[in-house]
Structures are given as structure tokens and as C-alpha cells.
């Protein structure tokens, strides 16, 4: 059974809380990165600060600042949402196979029988596949119900995703 992807959020608790970790790291390394540009250019105006001219405030000069440099502003708030859609692309190789372990187990727990589980071509906790497939075949026999493993080349093949920033091969 093919297993298409629908729906970017497959777990919102694992997938928001690493939405939001993104979002603050970003954040906070843009904050730094901002202030301590700030201070490169206010020391370098001090070093090369004509006596004769009068002193700006630093109100002023961060005004200035931002009024020179809001471009990296901008370019945060461009970049920030197709690096955070691209992270939820990526988590949802390895929160999406877990998802469908945890339905599988679900149905187990309901004394059914189940057919082994194959994964998309890059879905990440492929280490688990083999020991989860064994564990799938050993209930069907106690339950009277032979099962025959998928080869390991056996895998899904991925819908085409249109936007793949992150991969690797």
C-alpha cells in the first residue's frame, strides 16, 4: 500500500516544537549578528572619528544603522518561512515512518494481523525497519497467519517534492 504525503504537520508536538526551535535560533543569532555589526561599525566610526566634528548619539547611530542595513532584516523575514517549510519537509521523513509504527502498533494492540511496513526511499529511521518488520512477522505467526518479509530493496517511491532544499543522497 502506497502511503502518499498529504499533510505537512504529521505530529504537531515534535514538528511545532522544532518549528519554534528554528524560529528561536534564528532569531537569536540575527539578534546577535545585528548588534554585533552595530558595534564593528560604531567602533570603526570612533577609530576614524574627525575631532572637529561633533559626536553622534547612540540613538543616532543606531538609527543610521538601521536605516543602512535593514536589508538583512528583510532578508530574515524572506528566508525564515522556506527554511522552516523546508525543516518540516525534512522532519517529516523521520516523524512520519514513527507515526505509521505507532498505527501499526495500534493495530497489533487490537489482535490484528499486519502486513510488514515499507518505507519511502529517503525516510530516515530506516536502522529500525528490519528489527520492526521481524517483530511484525513473529505476531502473525502467533497468530496463525504466515508473513513474508519485504526484500530491502523493497522500498515506496516518494511523490515528487517541489521544493527540496535540504536532501542528502
Not at 532578508?75 to 523546508?86: E, H, K, Q, T
Amino acid at each position: 500500500m502506497k502511503h502518499l504525503r498529504r499533510k505537512l504537520l504529521v505530529d504537531r508536538a515534535f514538528q511545532g516544537r522544532l518549528l519554534l526551535r528554528l524560529c528561536c535560533y534564528w532569531a537569536i543569532y540575527h539578534l546577535a549578528l545585528w548588534h554585533l555589526l552595530f558595534l564593528f561599525t560604531v567602533g570603526g566610526a570612533l577609530l576614524s572619528h574627525d575631532p572637529t566634528a561633533p559626536m553622534k548619539t547612540w540613538g543616532t547611530q543606531y538609527r543610521d544603522f538601521f536605516a543602512s542595513h535593514v536589508s538583512i532584516i528583510v532578508c530574515f523575514l524572506v528566508m525564515l518561512p522556506i527554511l522552516g517549510r523546508d525543516l518540516l519537509k525534512f522532519s517529516h521523513r523521520f516523524v512520519g515512518p514513527f507515526v505509521r509504527f505507532r498505527n501499526t502498533l495500534q493495530i497489533m494492540l487490537d489482535g490484528q494481523v499486519v502486513q510488514p511496513i515499507r518505507l519511502r526511499k529517503h525516510d530516515l529511521p530506516s536502522e529500525f525497519l528490519p528489527v520492526f518488520n521481524e517483530f511484525i512477522v513473529k505476531w502473525n505467526e502467533r497468530l496463525g497467519h504466515k508473513t513474508e518479509l519485504p526484500a530491502e530493496t523493497d522500498v515506496e517511491a516518494d511523490e515528487p517534492d517541489s521544493l527540496e532544499l535540504v536532501e542528502s543522497r
